[in-house]
């Protein structure tokens, strides 16, 4: 006689906490960007959405999109790469979930700090 023991569920706030904490994890990534955009999509379309993340499920397959804020002279094209392989990485090992689609969007490059910016050199 096998006995049932009942169902999981995994919220949606599950996969968008996974993603953020890994994003935010790779040198390089800033912060995650806020967009506008992003709530007006949550709006016309049944998407879950947390700042500047949106997760999709079909037929238990995710599709992620990131939205984010970079820092000044990391190499763009890797770090995207890096994102994608990570995020889908961490959320098939801790919820065995198929990653469909991780898409890397860099709205925007933070400002170098004048501590970073080098000095000009004065000739007196």
């Given at each position: 006689m096998e006995r049932r023991l009942g169902t999981v569920t995994i919220a949606p706030q599950v996969l968008l906490t996974i993603a953020r904490l890994t994003t935010l994890s790779i040198p390089g990534v800033a912060l995650m960007s806020q967009s506008l955009a992003g709530n007006v999509g949550r709006l016309l379309r049944r998407?879950?959405?947390s700042q500047g993340m949106r997760v999709r499920?079909?037929?238990?397959v995710v599709y992620l999109d990131l939205y984010i804020v970079v820092e000044p002279g990391v190499n763009l094209l890797?770090?995207?790469?890096?994102?994608?392989?990570?995020t889908s990485r961490a959320i098939s090992d801790m919820l065995g979930m198929h990653v469909?689609?991780?898409n890397v969007h860099i709205q925007d490059v933070v400002a170098p700090?004048?501590?970073?910016?080098p000095?000009?050199?004065?000739?007196?």
């Amino acid at each position: 006689m096998e006995r049932r023991l009942g169902t999981v569920t995994i919220a949606p706030q599950v996969l968008l906490t996974i993603a953020r904490l890994t994003t935010l994890s790779i040198p390089g990534v800033a912060l995650m960007s806020q967009s506008l955009a992003g709530n007006v999509g949550r709006l016309l379309r049944r998407q879950r959405l947390s700042q500047g993340m949106r997760v999709r499920v079909e037929d238990d397959v995710v599709y992620l999109d990131l939205y984010i804020v970079v820092e000044p002279g990391v190499n763009l094209l890797e770090l995207g790469r890096e994102i994608q392989h990570e995020t889908s990485r961490a959320i098939s090992d801790m919820l065995g979930m198929h990653v469909g689609e991780v898409n890397v969007h860099i709205q925007d490059v933070v400002a170098p700090t004048a501590d970073s910016q080098p000095e000009e050199v004065c000739e007196q």
